[in-house]
């Protein structure tokens, strides 16, 4: 239990970690595999996107940039916090950035995990690695309180809603007159099933709609990683693209909205900026790829001011449309996985 008499005395920002390097793919797709039912070819599968981008993940360099990003906007704005930084996947891992704010005498600190939404990738299995990370570092390590999900801010709300109506600018296109598909990471019903993840995508991707003025919208899935026999969520992001060949149903302009991604990351790059780019090209639909937050101000404000809630700075806990303001502490069931068995065979 976090002890209240603590005040919060560092920020720690929570990712997945990706490769530098050709020799860091294959350990890194182990560490992110690990326990997880995804065949091998599949592995290999991902290993070779990455690879082809020289084996390099810009996800770090991505939070390298946030994490400076929210040390600029902690200091404009008087919150004084040291920042820190740690992978569940790849390095900095999370044992290493404890036993460091350990060493600097760290003891209670707020965390953002860099998922917008909940499901047990996004949250339990994050807190589940930090409890882990703790334990090894043993007595003396830093509590780890994380702020609340921010898929309903208004802050991400608008900042996504600016980069659709950047790229209908880029196509020439009325809000009227496009097909917004907004997409997400596919997880295993086994996961969806316990968390509000599906739930809270449509609520995000209905206000960034409405704010942009989008009336043709569908929330879709993409990244897959599971055997055939396992459901998944669907429907596929290439999979839709590929049914909308009939004249009602074919767009003149599509937006591909990655909502469930907070930066332009592997999964963004070759799954959507490649094969659904090639998709559109082939079947002759003007698409444009709208931008993830990355280090937007709309984004870093909303990390602040979920912060300062947390530490005792703002009252206003701002959320946008019907959920309201999400939990601070997870109850214990929350977001659990419960992988669903294949049917015994008879
Ligand atoms: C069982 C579920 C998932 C499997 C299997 C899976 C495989 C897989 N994922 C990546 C790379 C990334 N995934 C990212 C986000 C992400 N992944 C899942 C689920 C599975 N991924 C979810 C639900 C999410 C969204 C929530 C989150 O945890 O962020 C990301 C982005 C992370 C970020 O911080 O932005 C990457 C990168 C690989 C390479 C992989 C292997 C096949
Ligand atoms: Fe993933
Ligand atoms: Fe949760």
């Known amino acids: ?66 994490l400076a990003a929210i040390k600029a906007e902690f200091e404009a704005n008087g919150i004084d916090l040291p920042v820190y930084w740690g992978n569940r996947n790849w390095h900095p891992l999370f044992p290493d950035t404890l036993r460091q704010m350990k060493a600097d005498g760290c003891k209670r600190t707020i965390a953002f995990f860099t998922s917008m939404f909940s499901c047990y990738s996004g949250c339990r299995q994050y807190r589940e690695n930090i409890i882990a990370a703790q334990q090894e570092v043993g007595e003396g390590a830093p509590m780890v309180e994380k702020v609340r999900m921010g898929f309903n801010h208004p802050d991400f709300i608008n900042t996504m809603a600016d980069s659709v109506r950047k790229s209908l600018a880029g196509l020439g296109a009325e809000p009227g007159a496009a097909t917004v598909l907004f997409t997400a990471h596919s997880i295993p019903m086994g996961m969806a099933d316990n968390c509000d993840y599906v739930k809270q995508l449509n609520e995000a991707s209905r206000l960034v709609a409405q704010a942009a ?80 937050p990355g280090t937007s101000a709309g984004f870093v404000s909303m990390i602040r001011k979920l912060v300062e809630e947390r530490i005792g700075r703002r009252e206003q806990r701002d959320a946008a449309g019907d959920l309201g303001p999400w939990h601070d502490a997870c109850p214990a069931d929350c977001c659990l996985y419960t992988p669903r068995r294949p049917p015994a065979r008879a």
């Open 1 to 66: 239990m976090p002890d209240q008499a603590l005040p919060y005395d560092s920020f720690l920002l929570v990712s997945f970690g990706g490769p530098e390097g050709p020799e860091d793919v294959m350990p890194f797709l182990e560490n992110v595999l690990r326990g997880k039912n995804v065949p091998r070819e599949r592995m290999l599968e991902v290993a070779e996107h990455y690879n082809s981008f020289g084996g390099v993940s810009p996800i770090n360099q991505q939070n390298r940039d946030l």
């Open 213 to 292: 003025g989008i009336d043709k919208w569908r929330l879709v899935y993409q990244s897959r990683s599971g055997p055939p026999q396992q459901p998944w969520l669907e429907p596929d992001v290439c999979d839709t693209i590929a049914a909308m060949d009939d004249a009602a149903d074919n767009p003149q302009h599509l937006v591909i909205v990655p909502i469930g991604f907070v930066s332009d990351h592997m999964e963004v790059l070759y799954d959507l900026d490649d094969e659904a780019a090639t998709l559109c090209r082939e079947r002759g639909i003007a698409m444009s790829r709208a931008a993830t």
